[in-house]
């Protein structure tokens, strides 16, 4: 009986092993983006894109009364405190933004089933009328799902 326990543990271990396939040889196709299926994306082009949604950039300079968020010289979303009303573009459809709040280093913005928390402020420069400053922590919900940004750039303009 002794001798018979170390043959079925040794038998049990040799059927436990893995198989072991192939992996085929991927070629990366010119979109620089590769779709699994319709429901889900990755984005090769952006390490940090995590699938829940896409922001898109949009052509918007800063001026007077106008606070730009961006991230690697794009501007993300901004918000235009004259006409109290913002842009962020998600998959391609633009989020109207209506409220602006900003207390110590934090702002938040809301509008259009659309939250963004822009927190953990570090305020460096001020030229003329603009202050500029880094972000490491970007939240933004929309219709539940949220996406996570870091390295996000402020000038804020205000107009007073």
Do not use: H, W
């Amino acid at each position: 009986m002794k001798n018979i326990l170390p043959l079925i543990v040794f038998a049990a271990l040799v059927s436990c092993k893995k198989d072991v396939e192939p992996i085929a040889q991927l070629s990366k196709p010119d979109s620089a983006s590769i779709v699994a299926d319709s429901s889900s994306a990755v984005n090769i082009e952006n390490p940090e894109y995590s699938g829940v949604f896409n922001v898109i950039p949009q052509d918007i300079s800063a001026e007077k009364g106008r606070a730009i968020f961006t991230q690697d010289g794009k501007t993300l979303f901004y918000f235009d405190q004259n006409s109290n009303k913002g842009i962020i573009r998600i998959d391609e459809e633009d989020y109207s933004l209506d409220r602006f709040d900003f207390n110590e280093n934090n702002y938040s913005l809301y509008g259009n089933n659309v939250e963004i928390e822009v927190t953990n402020g570090d305020f460096k420069d001020t030229t003329g009328d603009c202050v500029y400053g880094d972000f490491s922590d970007v939240k933004i919900s929309l219709n539940g799902k949220t996406l996570n940004l870091t390295n996000i750039k402020v000038q804020d303009c205000p107009n007073y």
